[in-house]
């Protein structure tokens, strides 16, 4: 049974997840247990209406830095500069356009506004950090995501132009390959596969956190 949250600032072993990764719901988006999560690798993901659900998937979808893919096409877009890569200069910006923009596949956002209040919270404290992606003085793509130690946590992304997004990324990964020993993508998607990204165990997953 998924176990719900209470006050107090807690979440249940990660073995306890579901087969589908929910571990828990109910409880808060506060800034003490949005970190208290991301700590033990946990992060919330639920449809406005709903209770907060906060996951533990196993096996986690992750990029090791050093195994970035880089087709040649996307070699040559980068080359050209085609885009202009900034960080957090436009972070609510970046989590609006992941909020509105429309993904194949889903109905709506799982972005609600309580969500994106808290994020913005997380990155007023330092913690959370956005990449942005212009073009000709337009944002065309980014993401966020959540500073752990020597992990990167990503939430969402988002292109208005083609290979926007994955130009960002790319850079970023490349930028931070010393930085960052892990990209934690979450949950399986074709774009980052294609970039290079794949799956580890969920006791793996955790060894990079607690390093």
Partial sequence: ???????????????????DGILAYGGDLSVERLKLAYRKGIFPWYNPGEPILWWFPDPRFVLYP?????????????????FEITENHAFEEVISNCQKIFRPGQCGTWITNEMKAAYLELHRIGIAKSVEVWQNDELVGGFYGIEQKRVFCGESMFAKVSNASKAGFICFVRKYQKRYEL???????????????????????LRYLSE
């Fill in 1 to 19: 049974m998924i176990k719900r949250l209470t006050d107090e600032l807690i979440f249940p072993d990660y073995s306890e997840a579901n087969p």
């Fill in 66 to 82: 050093e195994e970035l893919k880089v087709s040649k096409s996307m070699t040559k877009i980068l080359r050209e500069n085609i």
């Fill in 183 to 205: 990209i934690d993508c979450q949950v399986y998607t074709p774009h980052l596969e294609s970039l290079g990204a794949g799956e580890i165990t969920a006791e793996e997953f």
